[in-house]
């Protein structure tokens, strides 16, 4: 491990410890990737100390490191705040930011709302928590009657519901005449990852077809881009700072790893796109993106279009049931089956569930 590598694994570090509201830097917060090779004892040894300077650092009015909303923000929650209002309201919360819930949490003083929906908690791999579970003796109140969509869709919505042993159902807006079917021409295509939305915009933007990257501004695809840009590093063997690559020091080591490891399709996707189009090709492509005003269809992963709605959604082809193992005993995330619920109700009108059309095959007992 140079010096270089070791600089990237705490700044990452640092990083992931920012995302949480925990007091104190240790190995949890180092990136998961990091240790393909090495065991968390390893490399905590080496990498926690170098990143508890960097916070120290960034703490320090007169620290040289790179600034940002992350670090004052975090900073403040360390503080243990008091907000001096007659409520909170915390939309959301079942998807909380952990350092903003801790803040929330901690209020003695204050009546606090939370807002949301504990079926479609799906940011939990991002660090997300589910604050509205840690409140006890609360009044809640249901909200079920959906604006959006109509029966029909309702009931695609509702089957997932199931899946999840959701205590309510969704009731569809009667005025509305939603159907579920084929849709060639969608407004806007799911996709479960980022390789297959890449594989769309890729395919849009070879046709000369107008096409925009949810949530649709200038930065939407930062993500891919910011992906791309690590690849053409790790070709040139001088290592990234890409949070979810920087355990990796040449594009052979990411190649090889996306290979052997299991649950890594959708890495393995862009990694593969990487290789057949090239890096430049992508980087074209995502700079060749058009506002969604101007674009004839948007393409998203299912998480980003998450608080979305288009008049026509087609699901994409990766959302895919785990296989059973050995034993024939099928494992399935909840948090899966809770962002099927999501990609299904971002249509208003007309649906086309492609690979989230028999909710069955996600049961675990079939």
């Known amino acids: 491990l140079n010096p270089v590598v070791l600089t990237r ?13 925990d007091p104190f830097i240790t190995e949890v917060h180092i990136p998961s990737r990091v240790f393909a090779n090495h065991s968390p004892q390893e490399i905590g040894k080496v990498v926690v100390p170098i990143a508890q300077r960097i916070w120290e650092d960034l703490a320090r009015t007169d620290g040289k490191f790179f600034f940002s909303h992350d670090v004052y923000l975090k900073l403040w929650q360390l503080t243990n705040p008091h907000l001096p209002f007659d409520y909170v309201m915390f939309d959301e919360a079942q998807d909380a930011d952990p350092v903003i819930a801790s803040i929330v949490g901690s209020q003695h003083n204050t009546q606090v709302i939370y807002v949301g929906d504990q079926n479609q908690a799906i940011y939990g791999w991002r660090g997300a928590v589910d604050a509205m579970s840690k409140v006890d003796g609360a009044t809640r109140l249901p909200l079920t009657q959906s604006f959006r969509f109509g029966p029909a869709i309702a009931e695609q919505a509702n089957e997932w519901l199931k899946l999840l042993e959701a205590k309510h159902r969704v009731v569809g807006f009667d005025k509305i005449r939603s159907t579920v079917e084929p849709v060639e021409v969608p407004r806007a295509i799911l996709c479960r990852g980022n390789g297959t939305a890449l594989g769309w915009v890729l395919a849009f933007h070879e046709r ?21 840009w690590a690849a053409k590093d790790l070709m040139n063997e001088e290592g990234t700072d890409h949070p979810d690559l920087v355990g990796f020091t040449t594009w052979k080591q990411l190649t090889e790893f996306v290979e052997e490891e299991e649950n890594t399709a959708d890495l393995k996707r862009m990694v593969n796109i990487i290789n057949r189009m090239g890096v430049g090709k992508v980087i074209d492509a995502v700079r060749g993106l058009v506002p969604e005003d101007k674009a004839t269809v948007t393409v998203s992963t299912a998480h980003k279009a998450k608080g979305l709605e288009w008049d026509s959604v087609k699901v994409a082809d990766d959302f895919t049931p785990p296989e059973p193992d050995e034993n024939g005993d099928i494992e399935i995330d909840p948090a899966d089956r809770m962002l099927a619920y999501v990609t299904v109700t971002r249509a208003k ?16 007992r079939c």
């Open 208 to 228: 000369e077809i107008p096409v925009a990257l949810a949530p649709g501004d200038k930065n939407a695809g930062k993500d891919i881009e910011r992906f791309a």
């Open 9 to 21: 694994m705490a700044q990452a570090t640092v990083n992931g410890f920012m995302k949480t509201a």
């Open 349 to 364: 009108n007309r649906l086309d569930p492609g690979s989230l059309a028999s909710p069955e095959l996600w049961d675990g």
